[in-house]
């Protein structure tokens, strides 16, 4: 199983940018999904960003256009540019990796948007 550690949250004023980050213990193969998602207390966990392997990405409606999910294997990291922040964005985010047999997650990093 992969282990995920995330860092980068921290606070931030509205409009303002972070970068977060998910160190993974081993190269990824061929057939992952990866992933961030945010809960934001009171609400249900949401899918923000993803990218495939094959480099297939997705985002939320909320954060299209703001948001920039990368990856660089030469590192084994995956990353969240977060641009435009807003008070709604904040949230815990995670790091999620999975392939039809095994699921990873990370501790979560806190994103707090605050004036």
């Known amino acids: 199983q992969v282990q995920l550690v995330e860092s980068g949250g921290g606070l931030v004023r509205p409009g303002g940018s972070l970068r977060l980050s998910c160190a993974t213990s081993?190269?990824?193969?061929?057939?992952?999904?990866m992933a961030w998602y945010r809960q934001a207390p009171g609400k249900q966990r949401e899918l923000v960003a993803s990218i495939t392997t094959a480099g297939i990405i997705n985002y939320a409606d909320s954060v299209k256009g703001r948001f920039t999910i990368s990856r660089d294997n030469t590192k084994n990291t995956i990353y969240l540019q977060m641009n435009g922040l807003k008070l709604e964005d904040t949230a815990v985010y995670s790091c999620?990796?999975?392939?039809?047999?095994?699921?990873?997650w990370g501790q979560g990093t806190q994103v707090t948007v605050s004036s």
């Open positions: 081993r190269s990824v193969g061929n057939g992952y999904f």
């Open positions: 999620n990796i999975r392939n039809p047999i095994t699921t990873s």
